[in-house]
T-cell receptor, first 111, second 115 residues
Framework: DVKVTQSSRYLVKRTGEKVFLECVQD?????MFWYRQDPGLGLRLIYF???????EKGDIPEGYSVSREKKERFSLILESASTNQTSMYLC??????????FGPGTRLTVL | KNQVEQSPQSLIILEGKNCTLQ??????????LRWYKQDTGRGPVSLTI?????NTKSNGRYTATLDADTKQSSLHITASQLSDSASYIC??????????????FGKGTHLIIQP
């Protein structure tokens, strides 16, 4: 079974803090993705990566950066958290464009 | 621009009843369509995938249909159970070969099953 894990289920941070969200997959997938999910807006792609050290902007990259130093790990970084980044963050991985497998999500609250 | 529209936005039905969720898309060139189920506070999990040549596919009490001519898909749930309460997300893939797996996500239908 594919397993995608995320470092935290719930996270509370203050405005201006630097926030790291970690995602690890155990199936040797090339592609990894970060989404945010908000009520009424659905899933929106923030960044994705198709190889180690490679990254591509998604639809809403502003205010975020990513890091992929190892194939199994994809990190999302909020350089200076703001209240409008309060959301559910979902990580996913896929093999060569096949089914995306999602992690359990991190619910981030920025106060 | 590729789009995926789902209806209804939300639905409440009694346990044991059937229901049908709709997905209309304008994605080209079409590759496949997948339905995901997302339980509250969890990540989406794939229920079924439909390719161009498939009209109907079942997964237990879930039956998905695809009409590639009208660009419509439906997800029918038979004899609903409380555990079916979730959001159902329609995701369409294109053959563009672009990044991000070529996916377009619908906003989902939030289904509540009442006892």
């Amino acid at each position: 079974d594919v397993k995608v894990t995320q470092s935290s289920r719930y996270l509370v941070k203050r405005t201006g803090e630097k926030v790291f969200l970690e995602c690890v997959q155990d199936m040797d997938h090339e592609n990894m993705f970060w989404y945010r999910q908000d009520p009424g807006l659905g899933l929106r792609l923030i960044y994705f990566s198709y190889d180690v050290k490679m990254k591509e902007k998604g639809d809403i990259p502003e205010g975020y950066s990513v890091s992929r130093e190892k194939k199994e790990r994809f990190s999302l970084i909020l350089e200076s958290a703001s209240t409008n980044q309060t959301s559910m963050y979902l990580c996913a991985s896929s093999l060569l464009g096949n089914e995306q497998f999602f992690g359990p999500g991190t619910r981030l609250t920025v106060l | 621009k590729n789009q995926v529209e789902q209806s209804p936005q939300s639905l409440i039905i009694l346990e044991g009843k059937n229901c049908t969720l709709q997905c209309n898309y304008t994605v080209s060139p079409f590759s496949n369509l997948r339905w995901y189920k997302q339980d509250t506070g969890r990540g989406p999990v794939s229920l079924t995938i439909m390719t161009f040549s498939e009209n109907t596919k079942s997964n237990g009490r879930y039956t998905a249909t695809l009409d590639a001519d009208t660009k419509q898909s439906s997800l029918h749930i038979t004899a609903s159970q409380l555990s079916d309460s979730a959001s159902y997300i329609c995701v369409v893939r294109d053959y563009s070969g672009g990044g991000a797996d070529g996916l377009t996500f619908g906003k989902g239908t939030h289904l509540i099953i009442q006892p």
